[in-house]
């Protein structure tokens, strides 16, 4: 038909990125209940650990980046089952949409619904766990942005694995765990530095780490996510 | 070896066999349908058919054995075979969360069209959906989702229409209107592959037959 | 022990573990593929007496003839035992990277086979070591568990590992088992450099893990017999491993039988004959 012709590879990531917001946006819903999810996790740490403010503030960090952890299991699994009924993900291959732009797509979705998550987050843990922030909001964002595209790309290429295995809600994270230990550690470790102070200027190696650690995992599923979906 | 000026069949198949797991859905294939003849796939469920139709597509790679649509490989040229064949097939690869005029839009895009919301409306004219374009998929009936599913086959204008059940699901009129659309696309100059079970209808619009059984060609 | 005595326990030893790793792979090629009729079993069983008697004279030499250390007494002598474990742990997940990368070039059901092999062994060894190093944390730390960045990262590696072999058992496709384990194998793997340094920083922020380096040029020569000990016993786990996942994946993959109906394509002329 008219005009039709091959577009970009960057195009395609707009195309379908756009799609799914926007069916992230029409089914908000679901937005919600995750959202809350994260909210209710975040709340559990303080009766797992008990009213010790003390405790709970030193610990903040940590209990930040194991909520954003656990709701991005869900978040994970749903960006693909939403691609299972009626066999989208199909209907997108065929269209032709480029595997490596349906991977970029959707790793950058996942990314961006985190942060979303991390920045509703955060101002809940400021005030749940007293915590006082020391350093800017700049870095704030820096660490929850590096933190969240660090859980999302690996994120992404197990999503789609596990969401054709049995067992698929075991699974992804019973895969995803132990790989993103790494990215996990030094996200939780540069958002207590970020909220105690950093006097020992720690920050930057942690920065590093999540940086190689993105580089790797986005590169890697780049590459080999085509070999996931085709058959 | 034919002769240097024929074209390349249609569609060729050189001893395909696919297996799932452990049960092989087609065994040693081999067949070609010749440019300008359209094909009828007859048998019963779990023949094959839609093994075949998803082999031809490119949506899965034979085990075994090589398919080819107008002479390019499925799999060493996936991406040109993918830019001439459509699937309709049972699932309707259409979002449910968005309504038809947006999971027409997506693939507008997608085909890198140049007015995709003005394509869309089109076609949703052409299958008669106007009155619901704005309504999500999940509210649609099965018919309605038929119909949507072969706009979004008509977008792709492609040369090699594969059509998995086209009837199935849809009301006498329903039929008559995809005979109609069928009619047209053979006229157009497109290759049809037809699946189905209504083998009379299939009968008057194709040429050729192809009956599977347990994954082989048998003599219908 | 005179000098001219330890010269042929070194030389002796590697050159049976290699020869051993030899002539497993030439069992690999030769015998393990389902149908074959190579008598395997002179050469398995001269390579299982090598690696006991190997190691045998590696636990004796471990246990009695080297001296004690300076710090830690008698407590250290596990490490020739666990210190091999690790190597052939870490060797077998090197072999599973090298047939994910592999595979993935090149489709092929013996790369598929010997990469669930080695994942299997890999993460017996493993686990071997891993208990071992936490027994000798009891009386040297006192505790079992002391998060020591090399345990710890360890642990993590035993845990992709066995996410691995999970994702295995539940793919019944042998296709896309065989691609989604490769890609998962290949990630795991690279995964491992980073949780070592992110381990180890995490750890050394905290405080300073000494190990001290009062090595016996004995203790040396004792934990390569050792160690050669186990790379024999190695290639035997793959050689048996490897064997039995050739064959499933074989009878998972045969070809539907050709039909009377079928014309004999000219590539099938084996199976008419």
């Known amino acids: ?231 | 070896m034919e002769a240097r000026s024929a074209p390349p069949p249609a569609l060729a198949l050189h001893d395909v066999s696919k297996r799932y797991g452990r049960r092989w859905a087609l065994a040693r294939l081999s067949y070609s349908l010749p440019q300008g003849r359209s094909l009828l796939l007859t048998g019963h469920n779990g023949s094959g058919k839609t093994t075949l139709l998803r082999l031809v597509a490119t949506a899965l790679s034979p085990t075994h054995g090589r398919v080819e649509v107008r002479g390019n490989d499925c799999v060493t040229q996936r991406d040109v075979v993918r830019r001439e064949v459509a699937l309709l097939s049972h699932a309707s690869f259409l979002y449910e969360d968005l309504t038809a005029h947006q999971n027409l839009v997506v693939l507008a895009r997608l085909l890198g069209m140049d007015a995709p919301a003005d394509v869309a409306g089109e076609l949703l004219v052409k299958v008669g959906l106007t009155k619901r374009s704005d309504s999500p998929v999940r509210q649609f009936s099965a018919g309605m989702r038929k119909r949507l599913a072969i706009a979004r086959l008509l977008m792709k204008a492609p040369a090699v229409a594969l059509l998995d059940e086209p009837f199935g699901e849809l009301d006498p009129a329903g039929i008559e209107a995809m005979e109609k659309i069928i009619r047209e696309l053979k006229d157009s100059g497109v290759t049809v592959v037809l699946a189905t079970h209504l083998i009379e209808q299939g009968m008057a619009l194709c040429e050729e037959r192809l009956h599977l059984q347990e994954g082989r060609a048998v003599a219908a | ?273």
């Open chain 1, 1 to 231: 038909m008219r005009g039709a012709r091959p577009i970009s590879l960057l195009k395609t990531v707009g195309v379908l990125l756009a799609k799914d917001l926007l069916i992230e946006w029409r089914t908000r819903a679901r937005l919600n209940a995750l959202i809350f999810f994260a909210l209710a996790t975040l709340l559990l740490f303080s009766f797992a650990v008990g009213p010790d403010t003390k405790v709970l503030a030193r610990n903040a960090g940590g209990y930040l980046w194991l909520a954003l952890l656990f709701a991005s299991v869900l978040a994970l699994g749903e960006s693909f089952r939403v691609e299972q009924e009626n066999l989208t993900l199909d209907g997108l291959r065929l269209a032709p949409a480029d595997a490596r732009a349906i991977f970029l797509s959707k790793a950058m979705g996942n990314a961006l619904l985190l942060m979303l998550l991390g920045a509703l987050l955060i101002p809940v843990m400021v005030a749940l766990y007293g915590v006082t922030v020391t350093m800017g909001l700049g870095s704030f964002a820096a660490t929850v942005t590096l933190g969240c595209m660090a859980i999302s790309a690996p994120g992404t290429v197990y999503s789609a694995i596990a969401s054709n295995a049995r067992a698929r809600d075991v699974l992804l994270p019973l895969l995803l765990f132990p790989l993103i230990i790494p990215a996990l550690l030094a996200a939780a470790k540069a958002t207590s530095l970020v909220l105690q102070g950093d006097p020992m200027n720690q920050l930057g190696s942690w920065y590093g780490l999540l940086i190689g650690f993105n580089l790797i995992y986005w590169g890697l599923g780049f590459l080999l996510f085509p070999r996931v979906i085709e058959d």
């Open chain 3, 1 to 273: 022990m005179s000098d001219l005595l330890k010269t042929v326990l070194q030389v002796g030893s590697a050159v049976a573990a290699l020869a051993s790793v030899g002539l497993g792979v030439w069992l690999g090629v030769k015998w393990a593929p389902p149908r074959s009729r190579v008598n395997a079993r002179p050469v398995l069983l001269g390579m299982a007496a090598l690696a006991l008697a190997l190691l045998v004279l590696g636990n004796w030499m471990g246990l009695v003839w080297t001296p004690s250390e300076r710090e830690m007494g008698d407590v250290y002598r596990i490490i020739y035992v666990h210190v091999p474990a690790m190597w052939m742990a870490m060797l077998a997940l090197v072999v599973n990277f090298a047939c994910c990368v592999g595979y993935l070039l090149k489709t092929s059901w013996k790369t598929d086979a010997l990469a669930e092999a080695t994942a299997e062994v890999g993460l017996l060894f493993g686990t071997y070591g891993l208990v071992l190093g936490a027994i000798w944390g009891k009386p040297t730390w006192g505790t079992y568990w002391d998060w020591d960045p090399r345990l710890t990262a360890m642990a993590i590696m035993l845990v992709t590992y066995v996410a691995y072999m999970a994702l295995r058992r539940f793919v019944e496709d042998p296709e896309k088992r065989a691609v989604w384990s490769s890609v998962v194998g290949i990630i795991s793997f690279v995964n491992l450099p980073i949780v070592w340094f992110s381990v180890k920083w995490w750890r050394s922020l905290h405080q300073v893990q000494s190990t001290p380096k009062t090595v016996d040029p004995d203790m040396t020569l004792a934990l390569r017999v050792n160690a050669w000990a186990s790379l024999i016993l190695l290639t035997l786990f793959l050689l048996h491993r490897y064997r039995t996942a050739l064959a499933t994946r074989e009878a998972e993959v045969a070809l539907p039988e050709a039909l009377p109906t079928d014309v004999p394509g000219p590539n099938r002329a084996s199976e008419v004959a």
